[in-house]
């Protein structure tokens, strides 16, 4: 299986990520055969270097060095925090209009490890942007309806689960995080509207070329799963502009082809 290119030069690569697929191997998903890393090689025919990260069940851009002269410039940025990251969530409730979160967070405690000990916070700071909002007539908590909101995500750290975590504290988890969401609602989007997946997308990513200096913005199409629910919820429109000029070429083969069957592992 082939994986969808965004960008190849001779610096770097850059994906659109399925939902399912690990980056790199894990002791998490130990029985996984399938790794983001792995296959970008055997597509190109030699090695890359990742210089960040995405969830398992999170899906969207994914850039790779393709040395590792590369990938250290280019780690560089994500320190000095020189990136700019964005994210779709559709989430439970409606969100503000605007929320700066600034929460710092210990990292999620590792239940493999042997050793774990407790960290200490770290600066997690957000901001979240609600594109659209919709009610349906279906009562899946305590109420008659159940409203839901399409969320645009901009992390300005990268702290594990930040995002996840974000959005959980302020009480409007992302739908099928089965570790910080609400179990009802994601059963409901997996049962009744075909939506087997953590719905968090990492749509855009702006940074710089390590070596030549250019401005580069990637953008990563939606899979069939987040299209057929933004039409559902007439949310096409709501959609940044650089997502919605995708809309017309078909979703990407590979983009359906790691889903989770059943509910993540919760440490994803």
């Not at 002269?69 to 994500?78: G, H, K, M, P, R």
């Not at 409730?93 to 967070?105: N, Q, S, T, V």
């Not at 990268?158 to 969401?181: E, M, N």
Request: glycine residues 4%; hydrophobic residues 35%.
């Amino acid at each position: 299986m082939e994986l969808e290119f965004l960008y190849l030069d001779d610096d770097l690569v850059v994906i659109n990520k399925p939902s399912g697929l690990l980056v790199h191997r894990s002791e998490i998903d130990r029985h996984e055969t399938r790794f983001a890393l792995q296959l970008v090689r055997n597509q190109l025919g030699r090695r890359v270097y990742p210089v960040h990260r995405l969830d398992k069940p999170t899906s969207g851009v994914l850039a790779f060095a393709r040395s590792p002269e590369i990938a250290s410039l280019v780690a560089d940025q994500w320190r000095e925090r020189d990136v700019e990251k964005h994210y779709l969530a559709i989430t439970r409730g409606y969100m503000p209009e605007f929320i700066h979160l600034d929460y710092a967070m210990a990292p999620p405690v590792d239940k493999y490890a042997k050793h774990e000990r407790v960290r200490p916070e770290q600066e997690a700071i957000t901001d979240f942007r609600c594109l659209a909002t919709v009610e349906i007539p279906v009562e899946i908590d305590k109420y008659p309806q159940s409203r839901y909101s399409l969320v645009d995500c901009q992390p300005h750290t990268g702290r594990k689960h930040q995002l996840r975590r974000h959005l959980k504290h302020l009480a409007h988890p992302i739908i099928g995080d089965a570790r910080y969401g609400k179990g009802r609602h994601s059963r409901y989007f997996r049962d009744q509207l075909n939506a087997p997946r953590l719905l968090l997308h990492a749509w855009q990513l702006n940074m710089v070329h390590p070596t030549s200096g250019e401005e580069l913005v990637f953008t990563a199409p939606l899979d069939g799963i987040w299209r057929q629910l933004c039409e559902r919820f007439n949310w096409l429109d709501a959609l940044p502009e650089s997502l919605q000029s995708t809309l017309d070429i078909p979703p990407h083969p590979s983009l359906d082809q790691f889903l989770l069957h059943s509910e993540e592992d919760e440490n994803s």
